[in-house]
């Protein structure tokens, strides 16, 4: 099957509705695709696996392993903190609260989890010593003020300047890639449950990238973040409820991190080793409970502002989000990127966000030619914490072809995706098993890929296509 982008974009209009924006990281809205856990209480088939269409992909289904572990987990879509009785997570944290107050422990809370820090900065050092990217992206001077930032850069090396964080012994975040003119692709806010038609895409062109997981949509749609192994993405965590995490107590940064950690590791079989701050809000504090997990903090050097698209005043248009990619890819025509490759933000947010990233994705290939996962970037052939699991390096990813530029097809779920076929069977589900059967490599994006036998409500399967199509509209927004 194949499908035209106005065809794709016209799916937009489930979950294109918008609120008013909160402020920083210039104001972000994402729509919730759900409406949080629901038992439905009765198991059947999970019929969207090869539908592009949204409402038929995002209709409710409950996953019995997700379900059985529930009460393991924070509230869904609520900032997480410590869940009673866990006592595997109590004593970690303890650890982590241990080493924060040991090194960072002058390091304050900042503002609001929805983002306003107009009550904090005015008492801020403005010498940011806390290295807060949010606020100056840890520069001195600050950046320029501009949607389309790209940072200073010394001049001897070439390398971003100010991202060394401002304590001690503390690893700096990844902003950009150590080889030139390359483009490190990834997506923010997924599982979306509507992405059929874009991880098709990606998949007909053979193009793995980072998927940044919310633990609250992982545990919304489990199946959906198993498409990301089976198709041969990184899977990286995002955090549990998409709040900013510097307004966040050690104790609940530390379980936006845990326990979105182990929702994939439950739905996926994997255990990332890196995560992205939502609106790259990260401190030295945030910094070391990351680290007291073993997670490399990845952010970006330059923001497509797709996930602005009709917000703020005046709201930001589709030509701006169109300008920042060309500016991108003037970047590599102007010398730019002769020295290092970089990072672009961008979303598996809604309809407009993926078709973004459809339409351009021809023009970014030519420009930038290798375009790759994180990971394979920096050669992490082991990105998650099953040493067991390989992935392809910079050199084996970059390799892959580009089909046509035409192939803005998307080809919905490609081979297997019979509304009767068998379970995925590349990830053991729930076991808490790798997910390679093979325990050498992740699976390739031509795996067998069908999970339609999985767990999806049959009984009232019309009434919640209903509810949860209507519900997109009242739902809170994220970044
Ligand atoms: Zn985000």
Redesign the pocket.
């Known amino acids: 099957m194949r499908q035209s982008t106005s065809s794709i974009l016209a799916l937009a209009v489930v979950g294109a509705v918008k609120v008013g924006a909160h402020q920083g990281c210039g104001g972000?809205e994402?729509a919730k695709r759900n409406l949080g856990m629901m038992d439905v209480g009765v198991e059947g088939l999970y019929v969207a696996d090869g539908s592009t269409d949204a409402p038929t992909e995002c209709a409710y289904y409950s996953y019995p392993p997700v379900t059985a572990a529930k009460s393991q987990f924070p509230t869904i879509w609520e900032i997480a903190s410590l869940v009673p009785g866990d006592a595997e997570a109590a004593a970690v944290f303890a650890q982590v609260q241990a080493k924060v107050n040991a090194t960072v422990g002058a390091v304050r809370m900042k503002g609001t989890p929805n983002g306003d820090f107009s009550a904090f900065t005015p008492t801020y050092n403005a010498s940011d010593t806390d290295c807060w990217w949010t606020y100056k992206e840890c520069q001195s001077p600050p950046s320029p003020p501009t949607s389309f930032v790209v940072l200073l850069t010394d001049s001897a090396t070439q390398r971003p300047t100010g991202t060394t964080p401002k304590h001690p012994n503390l690893p700096a975040d990844i902003i950009d890639l150590p080889e030139p003119r390359s483009l490190g692709i990834g997506f923010?806010?997924g599982p979306n449950c509507s992405h059929n038609a874009f991880y098709g895409f990606l998949r007909a062109n053979e193009q793995q990238a980072t998927m940044?997981y919310?633990g609250s949509n992982v545990m919304d749609w489990p199946l959906q973040a198993q498409d990301a192994i089976a198709d041969g993405h990184q899977i990286a965590i995002?955090?549990w409820s998409?709040n900013y995490m510097t307004a966040l107590t050690t104790e609940q940064a530390f379980a936006e991190l845990w326990y979105t950690r182990k929702a994939i590791q439950l739905v996926t079989g994997v255990t990332p080793l890196s995560w992205?701050p939502?609106?790259g809000d990260i401190d030295d504090r945030i910094r070391t409970i990351a680290q007291a997990l073993n997670l490399t903090s990845i952010l970006w050097q330059s923001d497509s502002d797709d996930?602005r698209i009709n917000t703020g005043t005046p709201p930001v248009t589709s030509a701006q989000i169109d300008a920042n990619y060309q500016n991108l890819i003037n970047g590599v025509n102007n010398g730019t990127y002769d020295k290092r490759g970089t990072i672009m933000l961008t979303?598996e947010?809604n309809n407009f966000t993926m078709s973004e990233a459809i339409k351009w994705y021809p023009m970014l290939k030519a420009a930038f030619g290798k375009l790759v996962p994180i990971a394979s970037a920096y050669n992490l052939t082991h990105p998650y914490a099953e040493g067991n699991i390989s992935y392809p390096d910079f050199g084996g990813n970059s390799a892959a072809a580009v089909s046509s530029s035409t192939s803005v097809s998307a080809s919905a779920s490609g081979t297997g995706a019979s509304a009767t076929g068998t379970m995925k069977t590349s990830v053991a589900a729930g076991s808490g098993t790798a997910a390679s059967s093979a325990g050498s490599a992740q699976p390739t994006p031509t795996a067998a890929r069908a999970k339609s036998a999985a767990f999806k409500s049959s009984a009232s399967t019309t009434q919640l296509m209903g509810t949860i199509v209507g519900g997109f509209a009242v739902l809170s927004w994220?970044?």
């Open positions: 972000q994402i923010d806010d940044f919310i995002h955090t998409h992205r939502p609106f996930w979303h947010l994220f970044c």
